[in-house]
RNA sequence: AGGCCCAUAGCUCAGUUGGUUAGAGCGCUACGUUGACAUCGUAGAGGUCAGCGGUUCAAGUCCGCUUGGGCCUACCA
């Protein structure tokens, strides 16, 4: 299922990610037979797509209040039709295979059903409830926020120290606040109870200024010591912490800030009807003026802000819906401690049990139009009737005169976010509801961040649009991006260099296709499977290297590590097939040294490379895939049913894997040497190969003018390498090279200078290596395995010192 | 304040359960257009694996501390 974007939104490039890894885990599993499917849908994201409606009400002159709840609807709906295209369009821009067929809209009449099920069932259980509580609430947005939904500031603000009279005395007490507003609404001042200044205070009153309302002490250990004076005002219905402490202390509340964030009348008619922050001048001026104010700190706290709309939260007492979330987050806490749902990376597990272990009632309902009505009524003498309908709810009551709820569920309640808490909810609420397991493994994966590794956000600037990313890169290189740059646990850079690389690969399969297309003999063709008997080595070794490749690339999407699936591919492509395969290939297709069935191999191994990179590059292999001769036996219309390439164990050859292994090591080093001793392309040498393994020694004489093509020698001998050859040696293979056809014969001191650094470095490698296996604790304790590997490397630098010793003429 | 994560080449990052000359891409240097590809090829330079200590025959990898980043959670009014 696709996490849903909000239905007016623009994709960002974190839907691109979460796109692009589902999108290449369904293709994979449906080219592997498995009925996948990946529904679509969009979330009607209450708060934001109001808003959105509300600023182009707001153009025109009007508001939702003027228009009323019903036509408001209508013009929220028409917006949602206008602008649903361009999710659509931009997941199709993107290659994802979705079933559109099955798409759906949070607010569709099935799933508007099933919220309402679920709020029905989730009352009737008592862990929905209606109260009076204490709620985040956004004076902006005008209605209540989860705590998701508020973000943590840091501000520089003031502290105000205000002098409070103490009831019956001379004495005056020093009270420090931030909010100087709220304490027009203060009901106490607490102090800690082992506070020794303070207990002559106990069982007596403070005197609010400018207000004259009497403020008993009250001791509470949660009053911290070291901060201010010591003595803390409460306002119970206008801090969290105070409501806590009023409930415990059973103090009243006064409400002076209402919830269009203006004093209320409560606040005495100085100052009822100021906004909050006016209030708080003309509160300080005041205590100015009448000389309780002591003194104003530069002061640097947390504030908690609007996601939404950015304004402070006020933290206000209203009566809203609440659902406990205790029973369901310990059923969450035990699929992941049982390991019924597995999470990667499972770094996250701690974040699952932190974030479960402390999780709070949750306040669902909000004050907006769009989105699930509550489907509570209440009848005229006040009862409160929870059902799937009005008929309902008309039975149980008894009378037709009731009044729904004009309050909607947050949209969390029925969808989410693309966040880590979107899934908890959902295996929250589905354990709960249907008592089963929804996700049996959850991927996480990082934030994308720009180049220099920053957030991305629009006030920054900084953002990229995945659609203009598409057009400039294309969408298999932007998915091959993301998807190699998912590792676990990390946060993802992304940056345009990395996409203009990977547009090279892309690049590079089009032209290692159009080369096989090209080249082949006119009867070859892609074949479902080919015997490797009777194939020669470099036929033996691509293929034992491409059925080695899809074994490792299932066992990464398995552990959903993309990233190392996106470097196998790469390299096996880039590297194994196109530096190696295809110019292997060429003295075979040309005639010069022919081998049996290279045309068909090119293709097989091609088709299968293509059907491997499908799910991270679907356009591109589909459209190269279509132009291979024979692609119709492997499936009749599209590459993306077309099998997913597994491991074919009878391909895999370890003898001519390390005989093919020796040859391009061998042609490696000669090519550096050609270079190492100053000669240009064009110089003609001869290359002398002596290899210690019988069936390598095989392999390379059979192959020989695969050598010499590659290495561009003139010939290629088996056997020692005479007197005065430049030596070295790879891969258990001596090599000498010999130049008699060039001219130039003295070694040059640059040439000298870096062999002999060269040896240096080997000799010293060698003293650290006999050291070791001459050390009785490691002959001991190393496994056999390792003590073995270490004494056959021995070997093969001693006799590398040999030959470069030799190539120095030190004999 | 508490918790989590990170530190490896100029840059961005890999590096499986410890196994002994630490890898890739981009960038950089030199050379190169022989019909797949200059969005390329060939060869190369570049690293005290943040620091200190410990465990071990063996540490980039495990443990502790320090420093420097990042993230999340928090009721210092």
Avoid at 570 to 576: A, M, N, S, T
């Amino acid at each position: 299922m696709i996490p849903p974007p909000n239905v007016t939104g623009k994709l960002h490039v974190g839907h691109a990610l979460q796109s692009s890894i589902q999108d290449l885990l369904t293709r994979w599993r449906r080219m592997q037979g498995y009925n996948a499917l990946w529904l679509p849908g969009t979330d009607h994201a209450g708060i934001a797509t109001q808003l959105m409606v509300e600023r182009q009400l707001a153009t025109e002159g009007t508001s939702r209040r003027e228009l009323g709840r019903e036509l408001f609807l209508d013009r929220m709906w028409q917006w949602t039709e206008q602008y649903h295209g361009n999710i659509r369009e931009q997941l199709d821009l993107l290659g994802a295979s979705c079933d559109w067929t099955r798409e759906r809209f949070t607010l569709d009449a099935a799933l508007s059903h099933a919220v309402r099920e679920a709020f029905v069932r989730l009352y009737r259980e008592g862990l929905i409830t209606r109260g009076e509580y204490m709620v985040n609430w956004s004076p902006k947005l005008g209605t209540a926020v989860s705590d998701l939904e508020v973000e943590t500031k840091t501000v520089q603000g003031k502290l105000y120290h205000v002098a409070y009279p103490v009831e019956g005395s001379d004495e005056r007490i020093v009270i420090a606040t931030t909010r100087p507003e709220t304490m027009l609404g203060d009901t106490a001042v607490a102090l800690h109870p082992e506070d020794e200044r303070y207990t002559h205070l106990h069982g007596k009153a403070a005197i609010l200024p400018l207000v004259g309302r009497r403020l008993p002490f009250v001791a509470d250990a949660m009053v911290d010591r070291e901060f201010g004076t010591g003595l803390v005002k409460i306002t119970p219905f206008h801090d969290p912490n105070d409501f806590e402490m009023g409930k415990r202390h059973n103090l009243p509340g006064i409400t002076v800030i209402g919830l269009d964030g203006r004093m209320t009348a409560e606040a005495g008619p100085d100052f009822a009807g100021l906004d909050r922050f006016e209030a708080r001048e003309k509160i300080v001026q005041r205590l100015r003026d009448e000389g309780y104010l002591i003194k104003i700190e530069p002061h640097t706290h947390n504030v908690g802000h609007s996601q939404r709309s950015g304004e402070p939260i006020e933290p206000l007492v209203s009566t809203q819906w609440f659902c406990d979330m205790r029973s369901m987050a310990d059923q969450a806490l035990a699929a992941v401690r049982d390991g019924h749902t597995r999470l990667f990376p499972d770094s996250w597990d701690k974040t699952w049990e932190h974030w479960l272990t402390n999780i709070k009632p949750w306040c669902i309902s909000r004050q907006l139009w769009w989105g699930h009505q509550i489907p509570a009524w209440y009848t005229e003498d006040g009862r409160c009737i929870v059902a799937h309908s009005l008929e309902e709810a008309t039975a149980e009551a008894g009378t037709d005169r009731l009044t729904q709820d004009p309050d909607v569920l947050d949209t969390w309640f029925s969808s989410g976010h693309i966040l880590f808490f979107w899934v908890a909810r959902m295996v929250m609420m589905a354990l709960h509801l249907t008592e089963d397991i929804p996700f049996r493994a959850v991927h996480l994966t990082g934030l994308v961040r720009d180049a220099e590794g920053q957030k991305m956000s629009k006030t920054k600037g900084n953002v990229m649009d995945p659609t203009e990313l598409v057009s400039e890169y294309g969408a298999d290189a932007l998915r091959f991006t993301l998807a190699s740059l998912d590792s676990p646990g990390r946060d993802i850079p992304l940056n345009r260099d990395q996409i203009a690389g990977y547009r090279a690969f892309g690049n590079k399969l089009w032209n290692a296709t159009r080369f096989a297309l090209s080249r082949i003999p006119a009867e070859a063709r892609v074949r479902e499977t080919i015997d490797p008997a009777g194939l020669a080595a470099p036929e033996r070794w691509i293929l034992s290297r491409l059925s080695r490749v899809a074994a490792e690339v299932d066992a990464r999407f398995e552990t959903f590590r993309f990233d190392e699936a996106c470097n196998r591919l790469y390299h096996f492509f880039w590297g194994d097939f196109c530096d190696w395969y295809i110019e292997l290939s060429k003295p075979a297709l040309s005639g010069e040294a022919p081998r049996p069935r290279v045309g068909d191999v090119l293709l097989t191994v091609l088709d299968r490379a293509l059907r491997l990179l499908h799910p991270v590059m679907p356009f591109l292999t589909e459209e190269l895939w279509q132009r291979l001769p024979g692609h119709e036996a492997i499936h009749p219309e599209t590459i993306c049913l077309a099998p997913y390439p597994r491991r074919e164990e009878g391909w895999e050859d370890d003898a001519a894997e390390a005989g093919m292994e020796a040859l391009t090591q061998v042609v490696t080093r000669v090519r550096s040497l050609r270079t190492e001793m100053g000669l240009g392309p064009k110089a003609k040498l001869d290359l002398h190969i002596n290899p210690a393994d019988p069936s390598v020694g095989r392999v390379l004489q059979e192959q020989a003018p695969l050598s010499r093509f590659l290495a561009r020698v003139e010939t290629v001998a088996l056997g020692p390498a005479p007197e005065g050859a430049r030596r070295d040696l790879v891969a258990g293979v001596e090599i000498g090279v010999t130049m008699e056809r060039v001219e130039k014969t003295a070694m040059s001191a640059e040439e000298r200078g870096r062999l002999e650094k060269e040896l240096d470095k080997l000799t010293a490698e060698i003293g650290r290596a006999e050291d070791r296996l001459s050390n009785p604790e490691f002959l001991g304790k190393a496994p056999a395995h390792v003590v073995e590997g270490g004494r056959a490397k021995l070997a093969e630098m001693r006799e590398r010192q040999v030959a470069l010793r030799s190539s120095l003429g030190l004999g």
